[in-house]
């Protein structure tokens, strides 16, 4: 069979994907051209061979199975999607805790903090000192006791 | 199964109007159900197409169960710019190719067995005494392995699946004059390796 010059076309003719006159125009070479008339046979043969050779369909069984790994697909991702918004959850909490900890940080270090010059100064000397020697401790000692003895009231 | 039947009854009750581009919209508003009816709805025609362009129901399947999970993990970004049922043959196209990648590093040692099968295609005088339709249907499916995935693609789509130029050129994301060389390169070589049955 000798090439002809349409023959390309004859594939797109036979698949009705030509526009309407060159439709028209290869319709009327395909009726003088024995090639091409011989081409378009041999293509809706084939057509016809590849519609009879059915592909199998699809069982029950495989319809469930599909069925059964979408959903177990799904309810991974809902625990994906939970997973990640708990994550986000915590991450913002320990954001959270950091910035209170670091603002409360900046509040004790705001406060002037008092010498102890100024605490020796201002604070009320109410009671004994502590370091007082045994000295002091013996005469206040004795000083009460001879109070008591002499029947003060 | 009682479960799952009433389950599957109460699917299609609730999305049974519903087109497809509705229960998309359903599905990604968190509807299980919706996606289920679309699994129902495609999941047929879709392990046709999957079987005819790689050749076996078990891989077949597979493909169909990734394209479905490829399907739900892009929910999200499906514009509905093309219909839905173009939009999972897409999914199911680059799946088969990626099956077909895997397949051919893993088992080189087939090639010879589709060489074989290639070779009893060849074969007139088989091919003439072979008239049942269990024969029609081996021999056909043996000179589609030994089309490129690319020529097979085009095959499939256009022969088994009725698909015009444009919604095929849509799918594989190539131009429609590239549809239209690659078809007329495939159906030659079809025609080559199936001439046994043809005038």
Not at chain 2, 180 to 198: I, W
Request: glycine share 4%; with cysteine.
């Amino acid at each position: 069979m000798t090439a002809c010059e349409h023959n390309r076309k004859i594939s797109a003719y036979h698949d009705g994907e030509l526009p309407g006159e060159e439709c028209r125009d290869l319709e009327e070479h395909i009726r003088e051209c024995s090639t091409c008339a011989q081409e378009l046979e041999q293509l809706r043969s084939l057509s016809r061979l590849l519609a009879a050779a059915e592909m199998p369909g699809m069982s029950s069984d495989v319809l469930e199975r599909l069925h059964s790994s979408v959903s177990s697909v799904r309810e991974v991702f809902v625990l994906r999607t939970a997973e990640r918004v708990m994550t986000v959850a915590a991450a913002l909490l320990v954001v959270c805790a950091v910035w209170f900890w670091q603002t409360a940080g900046a509040l004790d270090s705001g406060i002037e903090r008092l010498e102890d010059w100024e605490i020796a100064a201002v604070w009320p000397q109410t009671e004994a000192p502590a370091e007082a020697s045994a000295e002091e401790m013996l005469a206040q000692w004795m000083v009460l006791d001879l109070s008591q003895e002499n029947g003060s009231d | 199964m009682n479960r799952e039947r009433s389950r599957s009854l109460l699917r299609k009750t609730a999305h049974l109007h519903a087109n497809d581009l509705e229960l998309v919209r359903r599905a990604r508003r968190g509807s299980d159900a919706a996606f289920h009816e679309l699994v129902d709805r495609h999941a047929g025609r879709l392990f046709g197409l999957a079987f005819s362009l790689i050749g076996n129901a078990a891989d077949a399947e597979d493909v169909v169960q990734e394209t479905f999970l490829g399907a739900l993990r892009g929910l999200r970004a499906f514009k509905g710019r093309s219909s839905v049922k173009t939009w999972l043959i897409r999914i199911l196209v680059k799946q088969a190719a990626r099956h077909h990648r895997s397949r051919s590093t893993r088992e080189t040692v087939s090639l010879d067995d589709i060489s074989e099968a290639s070779a009893s295609v060849l074969g007139k005088q088989q091919a003439a005494a072979s008239t049942r339709r269990l024969d029609i249907r081996m021999d056909v499916l043996a000179a589609l392995e030994t089309l490129s995935p690319e020529h097979r693609q085009v095959i499939v789509l256009r022969e088994l699946q009725g698909m015009s130029y444009q919604e095929m050129a849509e799918v594989l994301r190539i131009p429609r004059g590239t549809v239209e060389s690659r078809l007329f390169r495939a159906r030659r070589e079809l025609k080559e390796r199936l001439k046994g049955y043809l005038p």
